[in-house]
Nanobody, 123 residues
Framework: QVQLVESGGGSVQAGGSLRLSCAAS?????MGWFRQYPGKERELVARIGTNGGSRFYADSVKVRFTLSQANAKNTVDLQMNSLTPEDTAMFYCAADSRGFCYTRIPATTWQYWGQGTQVTVSS
């Protein structure tokens, strides 16, 4: 069982930045970040193939968010810039050990989840 530990998040004013970090207890080929609005399903924000694979970004965050790996391949950071109140949500780190990262868009296709971290953007 892979454990995911998230850090970062918090409150910021519109236009500000936050950085989320996720560390997995072991290497997994796919890692990503989802967000969830109250009463809605989790939606993929960004995904990376940690063994040099491609990145995916949701259209709503392209240009503003950047997903990167730390020196350890089992840690990914999500840098979020130009935040708006519409970015207010619970953010979850996700990981999957089965590869085929390009297929993993719905939340149901991911194996492991972090506990979630709240991001609040005020206007």
């Amino acid at each position: 069982q892979v454990q995911l530990v998230e850090s970062g998040g918090g409150s910021v004013q519109a236009g500000g930045s936050l950085r989320l970090s996720c560390a997995a207890s072991e290497y997994t080929p796919c890692m990503g970040w989802f967000r969830q609005y109250p009463g809605k399903e989790r939606e993929l924000v960004a995904r990376i193939g940690t063994n040099g694979g491609s990145r995916f970004y949701a259209d709503s965050v392209k240009v503003r968010f950047t997903l990167s790996q730390a020196n350890a391949k089992n840690t990914v950071d999500l840098q979020m810039n130009s935040l708006t109140p519409e970015d207010t949500a619970m953010f979850y780190c996700a990981a999957d050990s089965r590869g085929f990262c390009y297929t993993r868009i719905p939340a149901t296709t991911w194996q492991y989840w972090g506990q979630g971290t709240q991001v609040t953007v005020s206007s």
